[in-house]
């Protein structure tokens, strides 16, 4: 079964007992999945600038775009309008494809996981996961290393507020700790 399907067929009745919509449309669902890549010390390496590009385009399946520094700063050498990172926004059939493999390959992959955080939600229902090591994702083979990078996901939902976003991660699978 395809995830999307088994959203709506089996997240959105449980949210809509659980908060009471009266409406399927108020119902959250995840809107975007962006995955982005600092540069930080690998911004003057234009290998690592490579391999960070190859990196998000064989994990998401599209090109990445570069961001630019908005201002320059000094003290980190860097000036307005350089290179600083790299991101995919994935929406769609893509970006429900990418949530199935995250959720059942690339996190079980990780070294010592126990489960992420249940502290990383923006308050409007967007979470944030960072990654140390871009060799969890099953699209990376460990022979090809070159140069090991973290990234960041961050998951965009519709929910109004952290307790629906967490609700609708949770059902959907995202293994989130248990808060003490």
Do not use: C
Request: glycine residues 8%; hydrophobic residues 35%.
């Amino acid at each position: 079964m395809a995830f999307q399907s088994f959203y709506k067929q089996e997240v959105v009745p449980k949210l809509t007992q659980e908060f009471g919509y009266k409406n399927v449309h108020a119902v959250p669902t995840v809107t975007s999945v962006t995955l982005n890549v600092g540069l930080g010390a690998g911004i003057k390496d234009a290998k690592y600038i490579e391999t960070a590009e190859k990196t998000l385009t064989r994990i998401s399946g599209q090109k990445p775009v570069s961001t630019k520094a908005r201002k320059s700063i000094s003290a980190f050498k860097i000036r307005e309008g350089n290179v600083v990172g790299m991101k995919v926004t994935l929406r769609g059939k893509r970006m429900w494809d990418f949530l199935e493999k995250l959720i059942k390959v690339s996190l079980p992959r990780v070294r010592d996981f126990r489960g992420l955080s249940s502290s990383a939600f923006d308050g409007q229902g967007n979470y944030s996961i960072g990654f140390r090591e871009h060799i969890a994702f099953p699209e990376i083979r460990s022979d090809e290393i070159e140069l090991i990078h973290g990234l960041q996901v961050t998951i965009a939902t519709s929910a109004k507020n952290d307790d629906e976003s967490k609700s609708l991660l949770t059902h959907l699978g995202l293994p989130l700790k248990k808060e003490a």
